[in-house]
């Protein structure tokens, strides 16, 4: 029987220990090695520090990298009108 995983093997290579960002990714992800959360410190450090702003004005742009200069020139604009 071929079980397929989440996690890609290579030569039937599977690493003792795989570090994962939270308990979530252990729980959903087909993997038959052990599982470490170790969490994501540095957005875990970041979360923390947003909570001590009072207001933090913010602008999120998702784009592909063609267009995303041209949408960054945009919403610097409108932040001039608002």
Not at 9 to 33: A, H, R, S
Not at 56 to 61: R, S
Not at 64 to 77: H, N
Request: net charge negative.
């Amino acid at each position: 029987m071929n079980i397929q995983y989440n996690i890609p093997q290579k030569d039937d290579f599977i690493p003792d220990e795989v570090l994962t960002f939270g308990e979530y990714w252990n729980q959903t992800t087909c993997y038959p090695g052990k599982m470490v959360a170790i969490g994501n410190p540095h957005l875990e450090e970041c979360v923390t520090t947003m909570k001590t702003i009072k207001y933090f004005p913010t602008i999120l742009i998702l784009s592909q990298g063609p267009v995303g200069e041209a949408l960054v020139k945009l919403a610097i604009e409108l932040k001039k009108i608002s």
